[in-house]
Every structure is written in C-alpha cells, then in structure tokens.
C-alpha cells in the first residue's frame, strides 16, 4: 500500500466546495452552470474546484455540445459509502466531527 498516495487524494477532499460539488454529484451530473445555481457560487470557483477534482479522476467530464457535463466517478461511491458508515459508527462523540 502507497501511504504517499493519501495525502493528494484526500487534500482533494478536504474543501467545503469540493465535498459540496460530490454531494451534489452523487445525485445526479451536471454541468457546471447547474453546480453555481444549486451551490449558490461563483462559476469560477466552481470550475476550479472541478478541475481539482477531475484532475484526480474523482470526476468524470463529457462534452456535451458546448457544454461539460460532470459526474461522479464510480470508483468514488464505496469510498464515499464507508466513509458515511464510519462518520455515523464511530464519529457520533468525536470532537473533530461535530
């Protein structure tokens, strides 16, 4: 197991926008117009928070005319599922989650 590898991936993690942006995603794809209306933020910020994100394959992104659709990467999902399972078994009286 790379340890090294941990760092970037979950420095990608770790911004309110960015988790905000997977969350979303989890639901459904969208493009980045979609993402600024629901996150009530700037495109900008929403774009470079995608480009983080896709740059390490957490997102897919497909060409859909002029505009980029956004998704969740599959591989990301059992991720994002033991990460829910362990918040709510083991996190329920940790300082660093409430």
């Known amino acids: 197991m790379k340890y090294s590898t941990y760092y970037p991936f979950f420095r990608k993690l ?10 979303s995603l989890n639901k459904k794809e969208k493009t ?5 209306k629901e996150l009530k933020t700037e495109q900008s910020k929403v774009s470079h928070s995608l480009k983080e994100l ?15 659709i ?4 599959p591989t990301i999902l059992p991720i994002l599922k033991l990460i829910e399972k362990h918040s709510k ?5 940790c300082a660093y989650c409430k």
């Open 54 to 68: 896709a740059g390490c394959f957490i997102v897919n992104v497909k060409k859909k005319g002029k505009n980029r």
């Open 14 to 23: 770790a911004n309110p926008l960015r988790i905000a942006i997977i969350s």
């Open 32 to 36: 980045v117009n979609a993402l600024c």
């Open 70 to 73: 956004y998704s969740l990467n």
């Open 89 to 93: 078994q083991c996190c329920k009286c």
